[in-house]
Protein backbone atom coordinates (compact mmCIF):
# COMPACT_ATOMS: atom_id res chain seq x y z
CA UNK A 1 0.00 0.00 0.00
CA UNK A 2 1.21 3.60 -1.03
CA UNK A 3 1.61 6.10 1.73
CA UNK A 4 0.26 8.97 1.07
CA UNK A 5 3.96 11.17 0.43
CA UNK A 6 4.41 8.38 -2.11
CA UNK A 7 1.13 8.65 -3.72
CA UNK A 8 1.86 12.30 -3.86
CA UNK A 9 5.26 11.52 -5.33
CA UNK A 10 3.87 9.69 -7.85
CA UNK A 11 1.18 11.76 -9.20
CA UNK A 12 3.49 14.88 -9.23
CA UNK A 13 5.77 12.76 -11.50
CA UNK A 14 2.76 11.60 -13.37
CA UNK A 15 1.07 14.96 -14.11
CA UNK A 16 4.11 17.80 -13.25
CA UNK A 17 4.57 19.51 -9.85
CA UNK A 18 2.26 22.38 -11.03
CA UNK A 19 -0.60 19.75 -11.43
CA UNK A 20 -0.78 18.48 -8.08
CA UNK A 21 -2.35 21.42 -5.83
CA UNK A 22 -1.98 20.91 -1.99
CA UNK A 23 -1.12 23.91 -0.50
CA UNK A 24 -3.02 27.73 -1.32
CA UNK A 25 -6.82 28.17 -0.80
CA UNK A 26 -8.22 25.27 -2.93
CA UNK A 27 -11.45 26.54 -2.07
CA UNK A 28 -12.69 26.48 -5.95
CA UNK A 29 -12.47 22.81 -5.96
CA UNK A 30 -13.32 22.02 -2.38
CA UNK A 31 -16.55 23.71 -1.98
CA UNK A 32 -19.75 23.13 -3.72
CA UNK A 33 -21.04 25.98 -6.23
CA UNK A 34 -24.04 27.16 -3.50
CA UNK A 35 -21.30 27.35 -0.46
CA UNK A 36 -23.75 24.18 1.29
CA UNK A 37 -20.71 22.28 1.76
CA UNK A 38 -16.53 22.51 1.83
CA UNK A 39 -14.66 19.67 2.17
CA UNK A 40 -10.86 19.13 2.00
CA UNK A 41 -8.75 17.20 -0.46
CA UNK A 42 -5.38 15.38 0.22
CA UNK A 43 -4.72 17.21 -3.60
CA UNK A 44 -6.17 18.34 -6.35
CA UNK A 45 -5.08 16.69 -9.68
CA UNK A 46 -4.90 18.19 -13.11
CA UNK A 47 -4.16 15.15 -15.85
CA UNK A 48 -3.81 16.55 -19.53
CA UNK A 49 -4.74 13.18 -21.20
CA UNK A 50 -6.65 9.90 -21.28
CA UNK A 51 -3.19 8.43 -20.02
CA UNK A 52 -2.58 10.45 -17.15
CA UNK A 53 -5.48 9.92 -16.16
CA UNK A 54 -5.23 5.83 -16.16
CA UNK A 55 -1.90 6.57 -14.31
CA UNK A 56 -3.44 8.75 -11.38
CA UNK A 57 -6.06 6.23 -11.42
CA UNK A 58 -3.91 3.17 -11.15
CA UNK A 59 -1.49 5.21 -8.45
CA UNK A 60 -4.83 6.22 -6.14
CA UNK A 61 -6.27 2.50 -6.28
CA UNK A 62 -2.43 1.35 -4.81
CA UNK A 63 -2.60 3.74 -2.21
CA UNK A 64 -6.42 2.71 -1.33
CA UNK A 65 -7.46 6.57 -2.17
CA UNK A 66 -11.00 7.43 -3.44
CA UNK A 67 -11.42 9.49 -6.36
CA UNK A 68 -13.35 12.48 -6.79
CA UNK A 69 -13.94 13.57 -10.35
CA UNK A 70 -14.74 17.31 -10.89
CA UNK A 71 -15.74 19.53 -14.40
CA UNK A 72 -16.85 23.01 -13.77
CA UNK A 73 -18.33 22.11 -10.46
CA UNK A 74 -21.70 23.29 -11.30
CA UNK A 75 -23.71 20.47 -10.22
CA UNK A 76 -26.48 20.61 -7.66
CA UNK A 77 -25.72 17.64 -5.43
CA UNK A 78 -22.48 18.03 -3.63
CA UNK A 79 -21.52 15.25 -5.89
CA UNK A 80 -17.96 16.83 -7.02
CA UNK A 81 -16.18 18.03 -4.01
CA UNK A 82 -14.36 15.72 -1.85
CA UNK A 83 -15.69 14.98 2.08
CA UNK A 84 -13.82 16.47 4.84
CA UNK A 85 -11.22 13.55 5.83
CA UNK A 86 -8.43 15.07 3.75
CA UNK A 87 -7.75 11.88 2.18
CA UNK A 88 -9.56 12.09 -1.32
CA UNK A 89 -7.91 13.05 -4.02
CA UNK A 90 -9.89 15.96 -6.45
CA UNK A 91 -9.24 14.65 -10.32
CA UNK A 92 -9.99 17.82 -12.17
CA UNK A 93 -10.41 17.30 -15.95
CA UNK A 94 -10.43 21.17 -16.70
CA UNK A 95 -7.55 20.44 -18.82
CA UNK A 96 -8.56 18.12 -20.89
CA UNK A 97 -10.71 20.66 -22.70
CA UNK A 98 -9.93 19.82 -26.67
CA UNK A 99 -12.38 19.02 -29.42
CA UNK A 100 -10.84 16.09 -31.14
CA UNK A 101 -12.71 15.88 -34.35
CA UNK A 102 -15.99 17.39 -35.92
CA UNK A 103 -17.34 15.25 -38.37
CA UNK A 104 -19.70 17.20 -40.63
CA UNK A 105 -20.12 13.71 -42.71
CA UNK A 106 -21.61 11.49 -39.58
CA UNK A 107 -23.25 14.61 -37.90
CA UNK A 108 -21.14 14.22 -34.49
CA UNK A 109 -18.63 15.60 -32.02
CA UNK A 110 -15.68 14.12 -30.30
CA UNK A 111 -14.11 16.16 -27.43
CA UNK A 112 -12.37 15.80 -24.51
CA UNK A 113 -14.11 16.01 -20.95
CA UNK A 114 -12.95 18.71 -19.61
CA UNK A 115 -14.27 20.80 -22.44
CA UNK A 116 -16.81 23.30 -21.37
CA UNK A 117 -20.45 23.26 -22.74
CA UNK A 118 -20.36 26.88 -24.88
CA UNK A 119 -17.07 25.81 -26.23
CA UNK A 120 -18.85 22.45 -27.78
CA UNK A 121 -21.90 24.77 -28.58
CA UNK A 122 -19.62 27.35 -30.59
CA UNK A 123 -18.06 25.33 -32.37
CA UNK A 124 -21.13 23.90 -33.60
CA UNK A 125 -22.72 26.77 -34.73
CA UNK A 126 -19.73 27.77 -36.66
CA UNK A 127 -19.38 24.50 -38.69
CA UNK A 128 -23.70 25.27 -38.85
CA UNK A 129 -24.89 22.46 -36.63
CA UNK A 130 -26.69 22.60 -33.22
CA UNK A 131 -25.32 21.31 -29.91
CA UNK A 132 -28.82 21.32 -28.64
CA UNK A 133 -27.83 20.75 -24.62
CA UNK A 134 -28.39 24.03 -23.03
CA UNK A 135 -28.78 24.94 -19.69
CA UNK A 136 -27.40 28.32 -17.53
CA UNK A 137 -24.08 27.04 -16.43
CA UNK A 138 -23.18 26.49 -20.12
CA UNK A 139 -20.52 28.98 -19.82
CA UNK A 140 -18.26 26.72 -16.91
CA UNK A 141 -19.94 22.78 -17.26
CA UNK A 142 -18.11 20.59 -18.95
CA UNK A 143 -19.46 17.65 -21.25
CA UNK A 144 -18.12 15.13 -18.64
CA UNK A 145 -19.99 16.48 -15.68
CA UNK A 146 -23.20 16.50 -18.81
CA UNK A 147 -22.77 12.99 -18.83
CA UNK A 148 -21.87 12.57 -15.56
CA UNK A 149 -24.90 14.06 -14.21
CA UNK A 150 -26.85 13.17 -17.41
CA UNK A 151 -28.23 16.92 -17.60
CA UNK A 152 -31.52 18.05 -18.91
CA UNK A 153 -31.68 21.30 -19.79
CA UNK A 154 -33.37 23.67 -21.86
CA UNK A 155 -34.04 21.68 -24.75
CA UNK A 156 -34.96 18.02 -23.33
CA UNK A 157 -38.42 17.71 -23.98
CA UNK A 158 -37.32 17.89 -27.80
CA UNK A 159 -33.56 16.07 -27.88
CA UNK A 160 -33.43 14.61 -24.83
CA UNK A 161 -30.91 13.99 -22.09
CA UNK A 162 -27.72 14.38 -22.34
CA UNK A 163 -27.71 10.04 -22.70
CA UNK A 164 -30.27 10.45 -25.73
CA UNK A 165 -27.23 12.95 -27.44
CA UNK A 166 -24.24 10.84 -26.78
CA UNK A 167 -22.87 8.06 -29.28
CA UNK A 168 -19.69 7.24 -27.40
CA UNK A 169 -17.49 7.19 -24.67
CA UNK A 170 -13.71 7.21 -23.85
CA UNK A 171 -13.58 5.92 -19.76
CA UNK A 172 -10.65 5.12 -17.53
CA UNK A 173 -12.42 2.23 -15.38
CA UNK A 174 -11.83 2.09 -11.39
CA UNK A 175 -8.87 -0.53 -12.55
CA UNK A 176 -7.15 2.36 -14.23
CA UNK A 177 -7.84 0.81 -17.84
CA UNK A 178 -8.43 2.42 -20.75
CA UNK A 179 -11.76 1.49 -22.37
CA UNK A 180 -12.50 3.05 -25.61
CA UNK A 181 -16.25 2.67 -26.78
CA UNK A 182 -15.97 6.05 -28.80
CA UNK A 183 -18.40 5.79 -31.92
CA UNK A 184 -20.27 7.20 -34.08
CA UNK A 185 -22.42 4.46 -35.07
CA UNK A 186 -26.07 5.53 -34.72
CA UNK A 187 -27.27 1.53 -35.43
CA UNK A 188 -25.01 -0.47 -33.10
CA UNK A 189 -26.53 -3.50 -31.30
CA UNK A 190 -23.05 -5.33 -30.56
CA UNK A 191 -23.71 -6.56 -26.99
CA UNK A 192 -23.69 -4.60 -23.71
CA UNK A 193 -23.67 -0.93 -23.99
CA UNK A 194 -21.30 0.10 -20.94
CA UNK A 195 -21.86 3.84 -22.23
CA UNK A 196 -25.02 3.72 -20.42
CA UNK A 197 -23.80 2.64 -17.39
CA UNK A 198 -21.52 5.22 -16.73
CA UNK A 199 -23.73 7.93 -18.12
CA UNK A 200 -25.90 9.38 -15.11
CA UNK A 201 -23.16 7.79 -12.85
CA UNK A 202 -21.92 10.85 -10.78
CA UNK A 203 -18.26 9.30 -11.41
CA UNK A 204 -18.47 6.46 -9.29
CA UNK A 205 -17.96 3.86 -12.25
CA UNK A 206 -14.84 5.35 -13.61
CA UNK A 207 -13.61 8.67 -15.80
CA UNK A 208 -15.03 9.75 -18.72
CA UNK A 209 -12.38 11.21 -20.52
CA UNK A 210 -13.83 11.92 -24.05
CA UNK A 211 -17.09 11.42 -25.73
CA UNK A 212 -18.72 11.44 -28.80
CA UNK A 213 -21.51 13.42 -29.83
CA UNK A 214 -24.69 13.41 -32.26
CA UNK A 215 -25.37 17.02 -33.79
CA UNK A 216 -28.14 18.19 -36.07
CA UNK A 217 -28.28 20.77 -38.70
CA UNK A 218 -28.79 24.00 -37.46
CA UNK A 219 -32.88 25.10 -37.67
CA UNK A 220 -33.62 26.85 -40.64
CA UNK A 221 -36.29 29.26 -37.98
CA UNK A 222 -37.27 28.80 -34.58
CA UNK A 223 -40.85 29.97 -33.24
CA UNK A 224 -41.35 30.69 -29.83
CA UNK A 225 -45.09 30.73 -28.01
CA UNK A 226 -46.54 31.50 -25.05
CA UNK A 227 -49.48 29.53 -23.94
CA UNK A 228 -51.41 30.04 -20.69
CA UNK A 229 -53.48 27.48 -19.46
CA UNK A 230 -55.93 26.76 -16.70
CA UNK A 231 -54.94 23.35 -15.21
CA UNK A 232 -52.24 20.64 -15.50
CA UNK A 233 -54.81 18.46 -17.19
CA UNK A 234 -55.11 20.65 -19.61
CA UNK A 235 -51.27 20.87 -20.06
CA UNK A 236 -51.28 17.34 -20.72
CA UNK A 237 -53.74 17.74 -23.23
CA UNK A 238 -52.26 20.68 -25.09
CA UNK A 239 -49.35 18.53 -24.97
CA UNK A 240 -51.12 15.37 -26.84
CA UNK A 241 -52.74 17.54 -29.03
CA UNK A 242 -49.23 18.76 -30.34
CA UNK A 243 -48.19 15.89 -30.38
CA UNK A 244 -50.73 14.29 -32.82
C1 LIG B 1 -27.13 27.80 -13.11
C2 LIG B 1 -27.25 26.31 -13.26
C3 LIG B 1 -28.22 25.77 -14.06
C4 LIG B 1 -28.35 24.39 -14.21
N1 LIG B 1 -29.35 23.92 -15.02
C5 LIG B 1 -29.48 22.58 -15.18
C6 LIG B 1 -30.50 22.06 -16.04
O1 LIG B 1 -31.26 22.80 -16.66
N2 LIG B 1 -30.58 20.71 -16.16
C7 LIG B 1 -29.75 19.85 -15.49
O2 LIG B 1 -29.85 18.64 -15.65
N3 LIG B 1 -28.78 20.33 -14.69
C8 LIG B 1 -28.63 21.66 -14.50
N4 LIG B 1 -27.64 22.14 -13.68
C9 LIG B 1 -26.81 21.17 -12.96
C10 LIG B 1 -25.98 20.39 -13.95
O3 LIG B 1 -25.91 19.04 -13.56
C11 LIG B 1 -24.58 20.88 -14.11
O4 LIG B 1 -24.51 22.24 -14.43
C12 LIG B 1 -23.72 20.14 -15.14
O5 LIG B 1 -24.31 19.06 -15.81
C13 LIG B 1 -22.55 19.59 -14.36
O6 LIG B 1 -21.41 19.74 -15.12
P1 LIG B 1 -20.01 20.05 -14.41
O7 LIG B 1 -18.96 19.95 -15.43
O8 LIG B 1 -20.08 21.33 -13.64
O9 LIG B 1 -19.90 18.81 -13.42
P2 LIG B 1 -19.44 18.76 -11.89
O10 LIG B 1 -20.34 19.58 -11.04
O11 LIG B 1 -17.99 19.04 -11.80
O12 LIG B 1 -19.70 17.22 -11.58
C14 LIG B 1 -21.02 16.72 -11.52
C15 LIG B 1 -20.96 15.20 -11.25
O13 LIG B 1 -20.38 14.53 -12.36
C16 LIG B 1 -19.17 13.87 -11.96
N5 LIG B 1 -18.20 14.10 -13.05
C17 LIG B 1 -17.71 15.29 -13.49
N6 LIG B 1 -16.87 15.08 -14.51
C18 LIG B 1 -16.81 13.74 -14.71
C19 LIG B 1 -16.09 12.91 -15.60
N7 LIG B 1 -15.26 13.41 -16.51
N8 LIG B 1 -16.26 11.57 -15.52
C20 LIG B 1 -17.10 11.03 -14.60
N9 LIG B 1 -17.81 11.78 -13.72
C21 LIG B 1 -17.67 13.12 -13.79
C22 LIG B 1 -18.75 14.49 -10.65
O14 LIG B 1 -18.01 13.59 -9.85
C23 LIG B 1 -20.10 14.83 -10.03
O15 LIG B 1 -20.65 13.69 -9.42
C24 LIG B 1 -27.47 23.51 -13.52
C25 LIG B 1 -26.46 24.06 -12.72
C26 LIG B 1 -26.35 25.43 -12.58
C27 LIG B 1 -25.26 25.99 -11.72
Redesign the pocket.
Known sequence: MLSFESLLQALRATVGVANVLTDGDLCAWEQ???KRERGKALAVVRPASTLEVAEVVKACALAGVSI??????????V??TPDASGTQVV???QR?NQVRVLDEANLTITVE??C??QTVQDTCEKAGFLFPL?????G???????????????Q?VRYG??RELCLGLE?VTAQGDIWNGLSGLRKDNTGYDLRHL?IG?????????AATMRLYPMPAAQLTSFAALPSLEAAGFAGLAHRF
Not at 68 to 77: A, R
Not at 201 to 209: A, C, D, P, Q, R
Open positions: DWRVPQGGNTGMVGSLSLMAGVLSLASETCTIGGNLGTNAGGTVNTVFSEGTLGVIT
